[in-house]
């Protein structure tokens, strides 16, 4: 939305969904489902991977949203900028010039209204909502942060600040009435109507060209849209390289044999180079009446307690309900000789059953992945229509570096949760399960096998148009 507000550009935005319902319940995990229930859309859009040697073999779940705002109107809400010292490397060993952290802070602050106000780091008067949510909703968070400490990691205050690497609160894209904060509510709610056009439930097929020139988008119904000045595409990291591609733009066999034909440009990089993360769960009991469970499943028994969040998140826009539930997690190093955070945690004072439903007990959970994996793969058309599925392959775990990475990520998480702040409720493993994985510690075999079977995506796939200099 950069063109609306700096200049007296007239912009139009086209999105293949709708518009979310502006509902207010924002107590979802990371679930594509719960936040779907928010919407009017189909959502999301269901991509699955190619299957995944790395993983036994399956298919992985990589939704998107298909609505205004995109995945940021069905994600989790955890708003992490990165570390400093990925865009240094971005900028000075990548090629993605302006990039660097001195050059791109400005930006994130000046899109950001935190909570906690303005300083060296956050901004106060942007159009973003960021929250962090003080005092936390269940005693669990702050036990996993102190567990973080006493395993000899240090505490941070602000994972997007001075330091990311520790264990402390996280912030959250939520707004002070306890909404969820997406682009669109941020950027397309607020841009002046006059000079932005929103044009919605239309598919982009290609992008129309002049020669090698980009001179508008060619929509559904073959009807073109014409640009005076320039074409944006953002389509995410599956839907821009389709869209490239569709449009005769991509590697040149690729194209021939999709039945696209001769190649516009003929550019080996779109489609190339697709990154995503892995993640897993560490489930274990809790020993004590204090988790989620009783708000987080629909049983009888409970069920005054999640009707009082939703009447009280309803009223007030605060409680249970205006918390994504990843109040707190951390950020270290898999070992000696890495320079900066490649593990992250998040934290759940309960337990889920896949993505979505809540196990019937209580228990805790801490998300485990890795932040830099090495094994890279592609997007390719599977089809010429542009509201079709694509060849899409992230190749996850396909490097010894990047299952080594996982092993001691999950290991490091488990050693954090041994520490004797977690002692008065630690329970029972349960996954893994004892019978999956004796010792986490020193099983290499059976873990492994468990991360095999158990890791899904973290649903932060990127690919190589967004940032590389050299696929011009
Ligand atoms: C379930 C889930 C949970 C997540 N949790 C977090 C989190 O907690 N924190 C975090 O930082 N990140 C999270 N992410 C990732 C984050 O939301 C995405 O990285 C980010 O939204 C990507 O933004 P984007 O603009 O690149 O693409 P998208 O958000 O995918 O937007 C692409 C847009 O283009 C539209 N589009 C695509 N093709 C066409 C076409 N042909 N014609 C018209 N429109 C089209 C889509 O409908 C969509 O609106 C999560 C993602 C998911 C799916």
């Given at each position: ?129 960021v929250k962090q949510v003080d005092p936390v909703t269940n005693p669990l968070f702050d036990v996993f942060e102190q567990a973080g400490v006493q395993a000899g990691y240090r505490r941070t205050t602000d994972v997007n600040g001075y330091s990311q690497e520790g264990f402390g609160k996280f912030d959250m ?294 940032l590389c200099a050299c696929s011009s």
């Open positions: 939305m950069g063109l609306v507000d700096d200049s007296n550009a007239r912009s139009a935005h086209v999105q293949c969904g709708g518009q979310a319902l502006q509902l207010r319940c924002v107590c979802s995990l990371r679930t594509p489902r719960t936040a779907a229930r928010e919407t009017n859309q189909p959502l999301p859009q269901d991509f699955h991977t190619v299957p995944q040697p790395g993983l036994g073999h399956r298919a992985i779940h990589e939704p998107r949203g298909k609505v205004l705002g995109g995945s940021s109107s069905i994600n989790a809400m955890v708003y992490i900028r990165g570390h400093a010292l990925d865009f240094e490397r971005w900028a000075h060993d990548e090629g993605a010039r302006g990039w660097d952290y001195a050059s791109v802070l400005p930006y994130f602050k000046r899109a950001q209204n935190h909570s906690l106000g303005a300083d060296a780091y956050r901004g106060a008067k942007g159009p973003l909502q894209t939520i707004g002070p009435d306890g909404t969820r904060w997406s682009a669109a509510k941020a950027y397309l709610r607020t841009a002046p109507r006059d000079r932005l056009t929103v044009v919605t439930k239309r598919t982009v097929k290609r992008v129309a060209l002049d020669g090698k020139r980009a001179i508008g988008v060619v929509l559904d119904d073959d009807s073109v849209l014409r640009a005076d000045r320039e074409v944006v595409l953002c389509a995410g990291a599956f839907g821009s390289p389709q869209l490239l591609m569709l449009s005769g733009i991509g590697p040149g066999g690729h194209l021939k044999e999709a039945g696209v034909g001769d190649a516009v440009v003929d550019n080996a990089g779109v489609g190339a180079n697709l990154q995503d993360h892995l993640e897993v769960y560490l489930q274990y009991k809790c020993t004590q009446p204090v988790t989620l469970y009783p708000v987080g499943n629909w049983t009888l028994r409970y069920l005054h307690r999640r009707v009082a969040v939703g009447l009280e998140w309803f009223a007030r826009g605060t409680g249970l309900g205006a918390s994504n539930q990843f109040e707190t997690g951390g950020f270290v190093r898999s070992r000696a000789g890495v320079r900066h955070p490649d593990v992250q945690y998040h934290f759940i004072p309960g337990a889920v059953l896949g993505q979505l439903e809540f196990l019937p007990l209580h228990a805790f959970q801490v998300h485990v992945g890795t932040l830099r994996p090495t094994s890279r793969g592609s997007v390719r058309l599977a089809s010429l229509d542009p509201k079709a599925s694509l060849r899409i392959d992230p190749n996850f775990l396909g490097t010894e570096e990047d299952v080594r990475d996982m092993r001691a990520a999950a290991r490091l998480a488990d050693e954090v949760v041994q520490q004797a702040a977690f002692a008065p409720f630690r329970g029972e493993r349960i996954r893994p399960s004892a019978a999956e994985v004796g010792s986490i510690q020193s099983d290499d075999v059976a873990l492994d096998a468990w991360l095999k079977a158990s890791s899904h995506s973290a649903y932060h796939v990127r690919c190589a148009p967004a």
